[in-house]
């Protein structure tokens, strides 16, 4: 900011003086980091959640780290001219919290290799570019467990959003546990192709809850499902935030995205000056995919067999996908104890034995 | 009492000042907004208008202007010959989905191939592709006299389905890990269109949206095409007894938008966008619209137009950074820029009388 | 009653709940479209309805007050198009785009802090008579916005054909030089058709936040009100057809994500294109027959008014 450099030097004419603070200045300079949103904070959802976090990273610095924000960044060129701006402007450690910034993320840090970026769900890295990504379907192995229990007609339901991989980790996950639990169990999956379209979600669930579904699980991010599962009297889960006002009932738990551990470490490592590029995948173990609370509606035993299966994938002592699995046509995908590798998993494309219907290609 | 009579034509001096007079009005009530909000007034409008421009990184953000506000004003060039003739193509945004579409998937099917003429042949596939689209409509339009403003629109909804459809199937990109979108056209150089003089912004969007402009305007200023859609716009009856024919225009018009639109899409693909999305378009079909008319569909008020709506963005995400501003108000501050142009407009066209009221 | 796993009385009754918003917005449309003012910032007025009507209903506990503090702004917001396009005579389409821009702006700035709350829920008008048969969901099931949009329909057309007024609304979209010339106020009775649209899709948007969704999110109208604009074209200007269009839109959109409940395999892609095929198709159909000259638009639509004397 020239101009305010520039009023700031007349204002205190005593130009000893001017050179005194601006000196103190550069020594307490707080860390900068920049974010960039493909939504608004009020989406209640992913935004939301990453907005959190940041606010939360803030708080934990007092006053070390200040953060720049610009929400609203279509995918594409606009995500490259943002970035740079945050790069421009100062910012050391900038995160990029959508998967469609992954090129113009590796192009900006091209120019700016004394910058850091941290690129969200992505998967191409570079020296100062690091990526970051939440285990979401160990989160859906646990509410999908506490589903296959909870349904009496033996139907679940699954919003989907697009037939990306981390949709179908989550669809394939949370089926094997409930099925699991009870082998009846049949799971309708609707695809909605949209991110956010509250409507359209609120529509989605009300046409599984007249075609019997009973505990309805969803990708997208709103509570518009939500309100439809009260008003049918069926249980729902939150998604991304914990969606706590619709608890007890029908919001029985939530899987809950909490970008804040993640976003306080990486600042710390600058801090440090300890920040090195690396590729990153965490669970629930990490703390950044979270179980929202439990509620009453649940029976203690179920809640107890959940949260025993979320400690032991927390621990690692259990992989959410160990064989013996089948895939959908009945080929044989994990041999019996084996689990995938990280990399066969992040680009899943098929759905496992017994999910119904078409994977929409 | 107050009255407007209309001027025999747009005052000159008006149609000059209206516009500064528009944007200093937008500042103060801007401003008064922003207060409204807890945030320094004066220093979110210099954000806005002033640091793009002349503030640190300024050669970057002038770039960044020609480059937001090439394919609006490619698009808006097109859209304002045929809203001159009132033919109402308000779909570009599909067409330019198409375009981008055809544009890049002739490039890839050429991949990894490397001749000089891919990048030619995706270009007219881009124009082909918007002009194709357009011709829905049209065809519509002279066969069944179908209306044009709901065919063009739904088929952006029909373009954006079959956008998500090839980002999902045919084209997407093998190496993507499962994930959808096309390869990236910026890292396959016969396809590319690069930066053509660095640090400039200039692609060949850019100069496309020149040349369109500087057509446009010897079109309608010298070409018996620009007569008949000056006169179809303004009296459609005596166009016919001039002899325009009102299907052949009707055609014709929107095949230039439709191909402009398109090619507006492929340059932006295969440059500073890259690839082909699910969310690959962003709504430059619709602001272009807007920018037609504050440009008062002239091709010179159109570049400026769509420099300055280019201006508000990139400004606005600077407000954004240093003051925290939400997007949000950035949007309503560009509502109330629009407004004020097109409220103001209303100088250059009309004298402000006092008039005794009668009895 | 069930056709291929789908039951059809649900689906009836939930296509009706699914398109109230979009007939709402679309009737209101209408009417400022039939007085000659094009207005395209349906999608902005709606926006601006959903999130006053949420403010409105939170804060004092009452859905009802909701709904006349969406039709306030959303009439509101018809004003100040009605200032710039009536009084400043400047272009419609474009004004509409902008108060569309304006309309998104201000109503995510109005909902901060509106996040992720619950409004007071609307009841059902009928209670028990609901639970009847067949005709219980789809007759009684509702609560009374439904009502409220059909009785809409139905009183517009009314107005429109059979009274006084309907008859200079009319004159005055037709031609407004001959209006003025027998005396009729142009831009008064404009403005006041396009603030009775502006209500209706504040209306139509609040029916969104407080009651198919039921929540406030930023931009949650998600392109209805562009739907609404293509419905009254679809319904050639004809209040009845504006409550077929927006049936069958609502209805497609509905019965695709059915379809997918049902696990009928169809690609969605095509699924999520469908309603606007067959819209596209319908329009056809229809203009082919009627013949080009009877497409019903209003002759003054969208042109501007400027009395000279």
Known sequence: ?361 | MLTLEKRPSPSRFWAGVTPILAVILTMIAGGILFAAMGKDPVEAILDIFWQPLFGDNADYFRAQLLVKAGPLVLIAVGLSLGFRASIWNIGAEGQYIIGAICGAAVGLAFYPADHWYIFPLMVIAGALGGWAWAMIPALLKNVFGTNEILVSLMLVYVAENIQSWMAFGPLRNPEGMGFPGSRNLQQYPAASNPELIPNTGIHWGVVAAAVAAVLAYILLKKHILGFQIRVAGQAPRAARFAGVDPKHLFTICMGISGALAGLAGLFEVSGPSGQISTNFNVGYGFTAIIVAYLGRLHPIGIVLAGLLLALTYIGGELAQLSLGLPSAAIQAFQGMLLFFLLGLDVLSNYRIRVKETRK | ?309
């Not at chain 1, 929400?71 to 970035?83: L, T």
């Not at chain 3, 389409?93 to 901060?112: I, R």
């Open chain 3, 1 to 309: 009653m069930s056709l291929g796993g789908i039951d059809l009385v649900v689906l009836i009754a939930s296509l009706m709940v699914a398109s109230t918003p979009i007939m709402l917005a679309a009737i209101g449309e209408l009417v400022a479209e039939k007085a000659g003012s094009l207005n395209l910032g349906v999608e902005g007025m709606m926006i601006i309805g959903a999130i006053c009507g949420f403010i409105a209903a939170v804060e004092t506990g009452s859905p009802v007050l909701g709904f006349v503090a969406a039709a306030a702004g959303g009439a509101v917001m018809a004003l100040l198009f009605a200032f710039m396009t009536q009084v400043l005579l400047s272009n419609q389409v474009a004004t509409g785009l902008a108060l569309t821009l304006f309309g998104l702006g201000l109503s995510s700035l109005l909902g901060q802090g509106y996040n992720g709350i619950k409004p007071p829920p609307t009841p059902k008008l009928f209670g028990s008579l609901g639970d009847l048969p067949v005709v219980g969901p789809i007759v009684f099931g509702h609560n009374w916005v439904v009502y409220l949009s059909l009785i809409l329909v139905a009183g517009t057309w009314a107005v429109l054909k059979y009274t006084r007024a309907g008859l200079v609304l009319r004159a005055v979209g037709e031609n407004h030089d001959a209006a003025h010339a027998l005396g009729y106020r142009v831009r008064t009775v404009r403005t006041l058709a396009l603030m009775y649209g502006g209500a209706c899709a504040g209306v139509g948007g609040a029916y969104l936040s407080l009651v198919r969704v039921p929540q406030w999110t930023e931009g949650m109208t998600a392109g209805a009100g562009w739907i609404a604009l293509a419905i009254v074209v679809f319904a050639s200007w004809k209040p009845w057809r504006v409550l077929l269009g927006a049936y069958i839109f609502g209805g497609v959109t509905v019965l695709q994500l059915r379809l997918q409940a049902a696990g009928i395999a169809i690609p969605v892609q095509i699924l999520s294109t469908a309603p606007y095929l067959i819209t596209i198709l319908v329009l056809v159909i229809m203009s082919a027959r009627r013949g080009r000259a009877a497409q019903g638009a209003p002759a003054s639509l969208g042109r501007v008014f400027h009395a000279s004397h």
């Open chain 1, 1 to 361: 900011m020239k101009r305010r450099e520039f009023l700031a030097a007349t204002a205190a004419t005593g130009t000893v003086l001017a050179t005194g603070l601006a000196g103190k200045a550069m020594a307490a300079e707080p860390l900068k980091v920049g974010f960039i949103y493909l939504g608004v904070p009020g989406d209640g959802g992913w935004t939301y959640q990453h907005d959190l976090a940041r606010q939360a990273m803030e708080k934990h610095f007092d006053g070390k780290v200040v953060t720049n924000v610009i929400q609203n960044v279509p995918e594409g060129a606009d995500a490259e001219r943002s970035i740079t701006q945050l790069a421009l402007a100062g910012n050391k450690l900038i995160f990029t919290t959508s998967f469609g910034y992954m090129d113009p993320t590796i192009n900006v840090a091209k120019k700016f290799p004394k910058v850091k970026f941290e690129h969200a769900t992505g998967y191409k890295r570079a020296d100062n570019v690091s990526t970051y990504d939440a285990r979401f379907y160990e989160g859906r192995a646990v509410i999908g467990t506490i589903a296959g229990r909870m349904t009496k007609t033996n139907k679940i339901g699954y919003i989907g959003t697009f037939p990306i991989p981390e949709v179908v980790q989550g669809i394939n996950s949370a089926y094997i546990h409930a099925k699991k639990v009870n082998p009846d169990v049949e799971m309708k999956v609707i695809w909605v192709s949209t991110w956010f379209d509250p409507a359209k979600e609120a529509d989605a669930a009300q046409a599984m809850i007249d075609a019997g579904v009973d505990v309805i699980m969803q990708h997208t991010d709103s509570t518009a499902a939500m309100a439809k599962a009260q008003a049918a009297g069926v249980y729902a889960f939150g998604q991304s935030s914990d969606m706590i006002q619709y608890a007890p009932k029908p919001r029985i738990s939530s899987i809950i995205d909490n970008w804040a551990p993640y976003y306080i470490q990486r600042a710390q490592d600058m801090l440090d000056g300890k920040w090195a590029s690396q590729g990153v995948w965490m669970g629930i173990g990490t703390g950044v995919v979270e179980i929202g609370e439990i509620t009453d509606a649940v029976p203690p035993e179920v809640k107890a067999e959940a949260l025993a299966l979320k400690d032991k994938i927390a621990s690692g002592a259990y992989h959410p996908f160990t064989g013996p699995l089948n895939k959908q046509d009945g080929s044989v995908w994990l041999a019996a104890g084996e689990t995938p590798k990280d990399d066969m998993l992040s680009g899943l494309n098929f759905y496992v034995e017994g999910i119904q219907g078409d994977l929409p290609k």
